[in-house]
């Protein structure tokens, strides 16, 4: 319980860009504002902000690595090798791997490509190729609904959440360990309901806890927001509803 009295404030940390109405890159050198979905993640060691991939205000895909660092407040696009032809106009999802020795970022593109971002090297890898996703078919999901987050513990990728549109509710694992097989996890699972159904649910792993904490703004079952957290426990494969009244209403809940 916060025992801040005082009212809650906000602070600009920098100022906005002066933009062309062609999408033409910014004078200042500063990404174009596009629609991110999944992929802006905190990288702790280099103490930025990664942001990959997505569509600007003209339609356009901006298939670029813009870091943001936090100590200047300033972005760099440091133009990685490796991505090829990769990408898609529905931008990509991205989650840390805090288990590789260089800090990096592992993608899901199109849900049907696997790459990872070495942030030292400034290189892509491909992990899995255009639908060679084995043991489901090729593709994690269809329609860009789900959301990802990495077990360090266990060493596997999950792919949570429904497509687009709501329907076809999943949870995928990619075992890192096994050459990025994927598995369905969906039907082993008790309790995940409410994180499967919601489209982009909030995705965040917690080192105390060891597992998965999830946030979705409103559950199955509910025609109005109310805001719940979930645990959702990978070895026992089980979520667990914390009880929290009086969150704020959210139409999204990437975390």
């Known amino acids: 319980t916060s025992?801040?009295?005082?009212?809650?404030?906000?602070?600009?940390?920098n100022d906005p860009s002066v933009f062309t109405t062609n999408c033409s890159d910014n004078a200042d050198?500063?990404?174009?504002?596009?629609h991110t979905w999944g992929s802006l993640v905190y990288l702790p060691k280099a103490d930025k902000v990664f942001s990959f991939d997505g569509v600007d205000y003209c339609g356009h895909e901006q298939r670029k690595v813009w870091l943001l660092d936090l100590a200047t407040m300033t972005w760099s696009n440091p133009n990685p090798t490796g991505l090829g032809t990769a990408g898609s106009s529905n931008g990509a999802n991205c989650a840390l791997d805090p288990t590789t020795p260089n800090e990096s970022v592992v993608c899901f593109i199109s849900n049907a490509y696997l790459f990872r971002y070495d942030v030292v090297a400034n290189t892509w890898t491909q992990l899995v190729g255009y639908g060679g996703f084995t043991g489901i078919g090729g593709t994690v999901q269809t329609g860009e609904g789900a959301n990802i987050v990495f077990d360090p513990d266990r060493k596997l990728?999950?792919?949570?959440?429904?497509?687009?549109?709501?329907?076809?509710p999943k949870i995928y694992a990619i075992d890192f360990l096994n050459n990025y097989a994927a598995s369905d996890w969906t039907s082993s699972v008790k309790g995940c309901g409410d994180l499967t159904a919601y489209v982009e649910p909030g995705l965040a792993w917690d080192p105390s806890l060891h597992a998965i904490v999830g946030y979705v703004p409103r559950t199955a079952a509910s025609s109005a927001a109310n805001s719940r957290v979930l645990i959702f426990d990978p070895g026992?494969?089980?979520?667990?509803?914390?009880?929290?009244?009086?969150?704020?209403?959210?139409?999204f809940s990437s975390l």
């Open 3 to 13: 025992t801040n009295t005082s009212a809650p404030t906000l602070t600009r940390l």
């Open 29 to 34: 050198r500063t990404p174009l504002p596009i």
């Open 157 to 168: 990728l999950f792919s949570i959440g429904p497509n687009y549109t709501g329907a076809n």
């Open 236 to 251: 026992m494969k089980t979520c667990t509803l914390v009880p929290l009244p009086g969150g704020p209403a959210a139409r």
